[in-house]
C-alpha cells in the first residue's frame, strides 16, 4: 500500500501566495495521474478564504487522492479521497489521523461528522468512494466543513481529463560503477 506523507509537507511549503480559489490547474492533475491517481477520485472542494496549495497534490494509498488546502492565517484542511465502504462501523471504529483518543461520530445527511481532541473531520460516500475533509476545530465551524462536503465535485470534468502519460526518460546516475552494484565492502574481522 502507497502512502503520501508528502502530501502534509509540501502543503507547508505554500502558505503565502497560492492565489484564489479557483479549479485545479492542468498539471497538478496530470502530476497527480502520474503518480497513480485514478482519474474519477481528483476532486476540488470551495472553502471561502481557503487555497489547495497544488504542491501537495498526491496519491493516497493505491491510487486514492489528497491534497491540501491552506489560508493567509496557516490554517489547513487536509481532503482525501479513497474507495471502499464507509458506514456506521467503520466511523466508530477508525480513529483519527491526528491522535490516538477514541473519535464521537454523528451521522447527517451530509454523512459523518467526527471528532477527536482538536480534530475534525466529515466523511461522505460518493458511489464507490470516500471524501474526507480534516482539520482542527479552532479551523472552520462543522457547518462550514459539512458545506464544503457537500459541494465537493471531480475536478476533472467539462471536457477535461488528464494529458496523455508519456514516458518519463530514464534517469542516468554517472556514479555507479561499470560492474557489481556498488554497494560498499564490509570485510570481517577485527571491527568488521
Known amino acids: 500500500m502507497r502512502k503520501r506523507g508528502s502530501v502534509f509537507l509540501a502543503g507547508m511549503l505554500c502558505l503565502a501566495g497560492c492565489g484564489a480559489n479557483a479549479a485545479m490547474s492542468q498539471a497538478a492533475i496530470d502530476r497527480a495521474t502520474a503518480d497513480g491517481v485514478a482519474p474519477g477520485l481528483i476532486y476540488a472542494i470551495d472553502v471561502p478564504g481557503f487555497t489547495l496549495a497544488e504542491q501537495s497534490v498526491g496519491v493516497v494509498n493505491e ?12 490554517g489547513r ?7 471502499g465502504p464507509y458506514d456506521d462501523d467503520r466511523c466508530a471504529k477508525t480513529p483519527m489521523m491526528a491522535g490516538t483518543a477514541p473519535a ?24 464507490d468512494h470516500s471524501i474526507r475533509l480534516i482539520t482542527k476545530t479552532a479551523t472552520v465551524t462543522r457547518q462550514t466543513l459539512k458545506t464544503a462536503l457537500a459541494k465537493a465535485r ?12 508519456s514516458p518519463r526518460p530514464a534517469v542516468t546516475r554517472g556514479d555507479l560503477p561499470t560492474n557489481g552494484d556498488g554497494a560498499p565492502l564490509n570485510p570481517t574481522g577485527p571491527g568488521g
Open 154 to 165: 471531480p475536478a476533472i470534468g467539462d471536457g477535461r481529463t488528464p494529458s496523455p502519460a
Open 77 to 83: 484542511i487536509e481532503m482525501r479521497v479513497d474507495r
Open 63 to 74: 491510487n486514492g487522492f489528497g491534497g491540501v488546502y491552506f489560508d493567509e492565517r496557516g
Open 104 to 127: 464521537t461520530c454523528a451521522r447527517d445527511d451530509a454523512g459523518w461528522y467526527r471528532t477527536a481532541g482538536d480534530d475534525q473531520e466529515y466523511v461522505g460516500v460518493r458511489g
